[in-house]
């Protein structure tokens, strides 16, 4: 029964461990799909300015470009930093809910286990007694 009971605890570990690697992998997966948008919508928007201030005079307008410029980077930046900042709390907060699912998944097969180990161990109890009794 310890070896059964060790080999399915073996195997809710295994099985726990493939499940937060696959988590892991789609949660990166998502964040670089999220980032990659990000730069798009940064390099979109960047090459958008530039190309509107080429048209404008080259002397009051490009100081406010370059204004205009910084202010989008910085502010594509911030975002940029926030969104890694909020897939990271989601990630973790995934990973506490599945650890959590586990560990309770985990719990109550073990107490299967530890009730049939009982039943089991009460009838070879009851089978010595019937022993004793019938010698």
């Known amino acids: 029964h310890e070896r059964?009971?060790?080999?399915?605890?073996s195997e809710l570990?295994?099985?726990?461990?493939?499940?937060?690697?696959?988590?892991?992998a789609e949660l990166n997966k998502e964040?670089?799909?999220l980032?990659?948008?990000?730069?798009q919508q940064m390099a979109a928007a960047h090459?958008?300015?530039?190309?509107?201030?080429?048209?404008?005079s080259q002397t009051l307008h490009s100081l406010e470009l370059e204004t205009?410029?910084?202010?989008?980077?910085?502010?594509h930046t911030s975002q940029l930093e926030l969104t890694q900042s909020n897939l990271r709390k989601e990630k973790e907060i995934?990973?506490?809910?599945?650890?959590?699912m586990l560990n309770d998944k985990r719990a109550q097969e073990v107490a299967i286990l530890q009730s049939r180990h009982q039943l089991e161990w009460e009838k070879i109890k009851e089978q010595c007694l019937k022993e004793k009794e019938d010698l």
């Open 35 to 39: 980032l990659d948008e990000l730069r």
């Open 4 to 9: 059964e009971h060790d080999r399915e605890i």
């Open 94 to 100: 995934a990973l506490v809910e599945l650890r959590e």
């Open 47 to 56: 090459k958008a300015e530039i190309e509107q201030a080429q048209l404008q």
């Open 31 to 33: 964040q670089k799909q």
């Open 13 to 24: 570990v295994t099985k726990h461990e493939e499940e937060m690697e696959k988590l892991r």
């Open 68 to 75: 205009l410029r910084l202010s989008l980077n910085n502010m």
